[in-house]
């Protein structure tokens, strides 16, 4: 059922985004943005935490559950220590993805060519 | 040629792309990332018998690892070319952002080249992130100040 879930709702942002794009003049990288900013905003009062244990994984693999992690640290670390906590854990949860797009972008660099 | 004839020409042999169609393909396209990041956590709770949380990480690196390959071999495209924004949306996408660009910039060096533009298309979304995410954590402080 899961499954089902987050097939569901992973076609249905990418659906939204692909019907925004073709109706207006936006490139790709303004989608990612704008989407981005969406998933912040829904965790403000914790929709997205919601929507995450409605869809399993089809919530955390589109671009929204980035802003989502970067709000969720800095909360996570403002609970503690206020206005100082939100750029001490801005970063905290999204290290990982971070790091490892620099890091495995720039050996394949190094290994591949450009194809054309 | 008048130049109101040669738009309404122009525009006539524009080729059209069907939205519906379109926004079916990318509607698949995402439901397949999202079924794979489901699996993809279910089989790392499985095999390395972590929690659900942590899985989610390894499927993100996994998923950002597979987009920055086929990047590499060129496949992205093609399939970014029939699913859309079904692979431009999930993280797939941010990946081959930042691959892309540093494969397009080896040539003019490590320092200029892949230092300095590494960034050039993904960076927006890092920034815009975290200005927004910040801009609504200072708003949420200040409510859950207030109701205090």
Same mark, same amino acid.
């Given at each position: 059922?899961?499954?089902?879930?987050?097939?569901?709702?992973?076609?249905?942002?990418?659906?939204?985004?692909?019907?925004?794009?073709?109706?207006?003049?936006?490139?790709?990288?303004?989608?990612?943005?704008?989407?981005?900013?969406?998933?912040?905003?829904?965790?403000?009062?914790?929709?997205?935490?919601?929507?995450?244990?409605?869809?399993?994984?089809?919530?955390?693999?589109?671009?929204?559950?980035?802003?989502?992690?970067?709000?969720?640290?800095?909360?996570?670390?403002?609970?503690?220590?206020?206005?100082?906590?939100?750029?001490?854990?801005?970063?905290?949860?999204?290290?990982?993805?971070?790091?490892?797009?620099?890091?495995?972008?720039?050996?394949?660099?190094?290994?591949?060519?450009?194809?054309? | 040629?008048?130049?109101?004839? !040669?738009?309404?020409?122009?525009?006539?042999?524009?080729?059209?792309?069907?939205?519906?169609?379109?926004?079916?393909?990318?509607?698949?396209?995402?439901?397949?990332?999202?079924?794979?990041?489901?699996?993809?956590?279910?089989?790392?709770?499985?095999?390395?018998?972590?929690?659900?949380?942590?899985?989610?990480?390894?499927?993100?690196?996994?998923?950002?690892?597979?987009?920055?390959?086929?990047?590499?071999?060129?496949?992205?495209?093609?399939?970014?070319?029939?699913?859309?924004?079904?692979?431009?949306?999930?993280?797939?996408?941010?990946?081959?952002?930042?691959?892309?660009?540093?494969?397009?910039?080896?040539?003019?060096?490590?320092?200029?080249?892949?230092?300095?533009?590494?960034?050039?298309?993904?960076?927006?979304?890092?920034? !815009?992130?975290?200005?927004?995410?910040?801009?609504?954590?200072?708003?949420?402080?200040?409510?859950?100040?207030?109701?205090?």
């Amino acid at each position: 059922m899961i499954y089902l879930k987050s097939f569901i709702f992973c076609g249905l942002v990418s659906a939204l985004a692909e019907l925004i794009l073709s109706k207006t003049k936006l490139t790709p990288g303004h989608m990612t943005t704008l989407f981005v900013i969406v998933g912040s905003f829904l965790d403000v009062f914790d929709i997205y935490d919601k929507l995450i244990v409605w869809a399993g994984g089809g919530a955390l693999v589109p671009i929204t559950s980035f802003g989502h992690l970067l709000i969720h640290g800095a909360m996570d670390m403002a609970t503690n220590s206020n206005f100082m906590g939100l750029l001490t854990g801005m970063l905290n949860l999204t290290a990982a993805g971070i790091t490892s797009a620099i890091i495995i972008s720039f050996y394949l660099s190094l290994i591949f060519k450009p194809k054309d | 040629m008048d130049e109101n004839k !040669y738009s309404i020409l122009v525009k006539k042999h524009t080729p059209k792309e069907d939205v519906s169609k379109n926004v079916f393909k990318a509607f698949i396209g995402g439901g397949i990332m999202g079924l794979l990041g489901q699996g993809l956590i279910d089989i790392y709770s499985f095999l390395f018998n972590v929690s659900t949380k942590e899985a989610g990480i390894y499927m993100i690196v996994t998923l950002i690892f597979l987009g920055c390959l086929f990047t590499c071999l060129g496949w992205f495209d093609r399939l970014v070319n029939f699913f859309r924004c079904g692979l431009i949306i999930p993280i797939t996408g941010f990946a081959h952002a930042m691959q892309s660009a540093t494969l397009e910039y080896r040539r003019e060096g490590l320092i200029t080249g892949i230092g300095t533009c590494m960034f050039k298309l993904a960076g927006s979304v890092i920034a !815009y992130g975290i200005i927004s995410a910040y801009t609504f954590g200072v708003i949420r402080l200040i409510i859950l100040g207030v109701l205090k």
